[in-house]
Each structure stands twice: as structure tokens, then as C-alpha cells.
């Protein structure tokens, strides 16, 4: 089945340093977009992440300090990333809780001003666990038939990906060609930032998710202890959340004045 959108979707995969959203780096960068006249581009990049690859990362995807010593840093593609990405609807394999919070990372960090506002996000994992609960090699072979070669290659992975998307909504037919729907379907909780810091309450209000002030409102704890926002802001947080709850710090003050 083929994809009904309204809007470019983006569906990439991300090869990195680690699994650490804050701290790794991305080593490779493959994106393949669809256009709703079903014209479609892929691109992909190594990228030297400015930090050493693990041997232990290198024995998963293969790329070595070596391999990307001499390529671009991801400084210096952000911009070619956004503007692939700044139109499009975004999915993946595991895209809502690693992919995507590391790209915005990578992105924040490069000076570009990344967020999901207007966009939705498609992860193609999800429905598979929902359904069936496997890896993506064992998602390929069920839903397309066929062997993933290259496992771990961002671009290999990135188009196992839209066509296990197309396959999962031939065979579920309670799935709606949609991409808000799907995005709604594959949304685990209702987090505000990538790294699931902050959610929202019942009543759609934000609340922190962990530590001391875990299950209390955002704005609660900016009005009673102050020095908690400066705390997180100066802490190993990722950028996208600290960047989340600034939003949430100054709309309290602009509803003050």
C-alpha cells in the first residue's frame, strides 16, 4: 500500500557513537523523503563526530575513527539535514525514543532551532511491537518476505523502514492511511520533550516525570523552588528539554506582566 500524505515524510535512520541522547555523537545520517506525488530522494552522510567511536559501537555498524576522520562534521551539514527535513513529517525505527532526540540534540547544538511544532512523528517500531513484537532484520523478513541486508547501514535501515510502513498497513487494515494517525497510534506517552523529562497530566498540564519533584506541575515547582530551573539548565540535560522548559518559564512570566 502506498502512503497517503498530505506533506513530505521523512523516514531516516541514524548510525552514533552510543546510545547516550546527550552525550553521542552521530557517525552516518540517511534520509529517504517521500513527496504525497510520490516522488521520492534519499541522501546519505558519514559524519566525524569529533569524539572517538567506541570499538564496541564500531563491532555493531562498522564505522571506525578511521572511516570518517576525513568527513564532515555535522556542524557542517546541519543545514543540509534541515532543509531536507524542515518540510516533511518525520518516522523511523525507533525514531520517538532515540533518532529523533539525538538528531534534535545534533541540531540545537549546531545553532539550528529544531522542533516537532508542526510537524508529527511516524515510529514504525511501535506499530511492530504493538502488533507483533520483533527486531527490524525479523519486521522485514514478516511483513515484506525478504532478507535485511546491512543491517546497521543508516541507508539500508532507513528503507526497510518505509517499506515495512507500506507492508504493516496492507496487512492492518484498522490502521488509517494517515500520518496524524499513525503519529497518534505510535506516540508511547504524552511527553513533551524527546526524552520524556516532562509529560502531561490528565489535565494536559506539564509535570516532571523524574526525581524529587516527580509527578508535580512545571510551574509549581519554578513558583515554590526557583533555583531548580537554573539547576537543570547548568545539568547534563539534553538540549531540546532545557530549550522545553525555558518555553515553559517564560510563558509563565509573560502571563505574570
Not at 525507533?94 to 541540531?107: G, H, K, Q, V
Not at 511516524?122 to 527490524?136: A, G, N, Y
Amino acid at each position: 500500500m502506498e502512503l497517503k500524505l498530505t506533506r513530505p515524510i521523512c523516514f531516516f535512520d541514524l548510525e552514533t557513537t552510543g546510545i547516550d541522547v546527550a552525550r553521542d555523537r552521530i557517525v552516518e545520517i540517511s534520509i529517504f523523503k517521500v513527496y504525497p506525488n510520490g516522488t521520492k530522494e534519499s541522501k546519505t552522510w558519514l559524519v566525524n563526530p569529533t569524539i572517538p567511536i567506541p570499538p564496541q559501537t564500531t563491532a555493531v555498524h562498522g564505522i571506525s575513527d578511521e572511516k570518517v576522520a576525513n568527513e564532515p562534521t555535522f556542524d557542517a551539514l546541519a543545514s543540509q539535514v534541515h532543509n531536507m527535513i524542515k518540510d516533511s513529517d518525520l518516522a523511523g525505527f525507533n525514531s520517538d525514543r532515540f533518532d529523533i532526540p539525538l538528531l534534535a540534540e545534533e541540531l540545537l547544538r549546531a545553532g539550528v532551532d529544531f522542533d516537532m511544532k508542526n510537524r508529527v512523528s511516524v515510529d514504525v517500531q511501535t506499530i511492530f511491537h504493538k502488533m507483533e513484537e520483533r527486531t527490524l532484520s525479523a519486521a522485514y523478513k514478516f511483513y515484506c518476505g525478504q532478507t535485511l541486508e546491512n543491517a546497521h547501514s543508516a541507508e539500508a535501515d532507513t528503507i526497510a523502514t518505509y517499506e515495512i510502513l507500506k507492508s504493516q498497513l496492507d496487512r492492518y487494515t484498522d490502521l488509517e492511511n494517515d500520518m496524524k494517525s499513525l503519529s497518534e497510534f505510535t506516540t508511547r506517552k504524552k511527553s513533551v520533550d524527546f526524552a520524556g523529562f516532562i509529560a502531561l497530566n490528565n489535565e494536559g498540564k506539564e509535570i516532571f516525570t523524574f526525581g524529587k519533584h516527580k509527578g508535580a506541575l512545571v510551574d509549581d515547582v519554578f513558583e515554590k523552588e526557583p533555583g531548580y530551573f537554573g539547576w537543570i539548565q547548568n545539568a547534563d540535560f539534553p538540549l531540546y528539554t532545557k530549550k522545553v522548559l525555558t518555553a515553559i518559564k517564560l510563558r509563565k512570566l509573560n502571563t505574570k506582566s
